[in-house]
């Protein structure tokens, strides 16, 4: 392949020699898609495959886990063996990456075709609503307070109901879709112009694809589903920026990166601190760069260049500031960093934070408070580790399964070492690429926090940011070997890829979630709905909206959603035990009072804990359910004994109480 078809059109002056190129002949021009036809519709019999599993699986059946990893492998082993090739050119590789992450879009679109069942898509569902409704923003949200007041991801998809006449369901799936292409286009710019490889950057998007989020959590209706697309596309415009060559062009890439910083910061929290400590340490490391340039530094490292710490330190430098080891620091930086627009970043996210959405501290802090006490009783011995692979409510992974996610971070642990050399040898003097080898170095940080208990989930969630500098890495360092070995290597790098995708999927979702679940039931002309479902539409039509409901995790969102209740769940307060306990005691009779609980609704099932899983009907071949899958009978038996209660609905499982007698709750017209 000719340098032209490889490189991005960059400034000389930035120009690296491309990893992976061959200056041979191109005989490919004459079709300038190349297999793209061909592996899109290997990619659309995957996807047919795939929904004829989901439909089984909707239906009632099982074991269908094997034919949807075949699936899988259907989709994403054509396209990762071309993208691993050399001989392909830049618009099907384009072509192949955008192909690729929609389909993996489809796979979760195929889990929940007809309505949103993630637990954090009925929040924004409900914001949209509220949104839509009261052509304001800011709606309470009483399940997630702090999703109201980021509006971005509500506001654009009510602005595309009022346009389209979609319902949110319709409008969220448009919104997100996009927000995927846009990343998808975003990433692959980016890891071109960082690693001025179309090869590498094409592999990198798809590495990308296996950070443990991608497939399912970042495909979900959510406001990180949109910021982080957007936070990708600030670092690609930030990026043209550093190495714009005319006035013109930099000012107006520096209008639209403040615009787009804006966006994110309005639309998730965690997407606009990432943003915002990335945009900050890639300013500081070309400082960095600037101060070596200059030589300030050289007097300071020869008065200790005697310790051999300082030699190698004083290599580095020499190195960062791209001179010969024995020559002066005198060469000047070729960009000046994204200083300003790193302050701009820090200031809009504090400005919103404190005046907008100070409530977020409480919401965030108590997750990083509990991790931070984990690691240190686990490091006293005061805490036990957390067993990998089995859920809070003892679901365990199979053990194939378990096996391929570990090899899928061992792989990625192996071709560590091998991206960060190339890095050292051709990237140095690229900030951009130093801050993606910090983050990837980080994600392997991040690791250990998997074993504890109150710590796994940051572990998790940090994935889908960290993996944005894991993956060029990787990628660089995938094209390092001997070309004798070159039909050896590249299948096995087409295995390990493979696996590695495979292995953010076991990581990130449940197995047991991964297929569509019954959802709606169909018997003779009549459609059945969940429990959970039915008494919400119930409390609705005899109560009206508006009223303080107490409830399980997913039995809440199903009255916050479709009966427009004002719902409390889980532990702040702690309606938790309300439900769980034996018997209520009297702090939780206190507590009822004070919070001025109107009705409860109580599940019987121990999965209705589960914001996921509770949603659905029940999978199992046992009825009535056994008594390992149900609370203790004292615990959802005791409100028929509590005077002043009574029975209002009675789904079987689900029964919606009135409390307003024992809680002095004022009856609402």
Known sequence: ??????????????RAPALGVSRA???????VLGWLPTISLVSAVGLLCLAAIDRLSASGISNLETFYWLSLLVIAGPVVARLLAVRVGRAERLGLVVIFGLDLYVVKLLHSPFAFTYGDEFMHQFNADRILQTAHLFSPNSILPASALYPGLESATASLMRLTGLDTFGAGLVVIGLARLVMLLALFLLYEQWTHSTRAASVAC????????????SAQYSYESLALPLAC?????????????????????????????AAVVVTHHLSSYFLAAALTLWAALAGLQRLLATGRADAFLEKLSAARPVRFLRRLATRLAGRPAAGPLHSEPEAGGPTWLALFAVAAVLLWLF????????????VFVQALRSVVQWVGGEATARTLFQS?????????????GIASVLLCLLGLPFGLRQVWRRSLRNPAMLLAAAAAVAYFGTLGLRFLPSAWEIANRSSEFLFVGLAPVLAMGHFTGWPVLRRVVRPALVA??????????????????????????????KTFEPAGMSVARATLTQLGAGHRVAADQANGRYLLVYAHEDVLIGGNPDVQDILEQPGLSTAEMKLLRATGIEFILVDRRIVSSDPMAGLFFDHSDQWPLPSSQLWPPAAYGKFDHLLGASRL???????LFDVRAVTGAPAQP
């Open 233 to 261: 596309l600030v670092l690609y415009v930030v990026t043209r920026r550093e190495s714009g060559r005319w006035p013109a062009e930099r000012l107006s890439l520096t209008v639209a990166a403040l615009a787009l910083i």
């Open 1 to 14: 392949m000719s340098r032209s078809a490889d490189l991005p059109a960059l400034p000389v002056a930035n």
């Open 496 to 525: 390990a890829v493979v696996v590695i995708l495979a292995g953010g999927i076991i990581a990130g979702w449940p197995p047991k979630l991964r297929l569509t679940q019954v959802y709606q039931a169909l018997v003779g002309q």
């Open 392 to 404: 809070n409510a003892g679901a365990v992974t199979p053990l194939l399964e378990r096996i391929v």
């Open 355 to 366: 005046f907008v959405a100070s409530l977020t501290l409480s919401y965030l802090s108590p």
């Open 649 to 655: 609905i009675d789904s079987g499982n689900a029964v």
């Open 25 to 31: 002949v191109e005989p490919w021009r004459s079709g």
């Open 206 to 217: 798809v590495l990308y694809a296996a950070n443990a989020n991608f497939v399912y959590w």
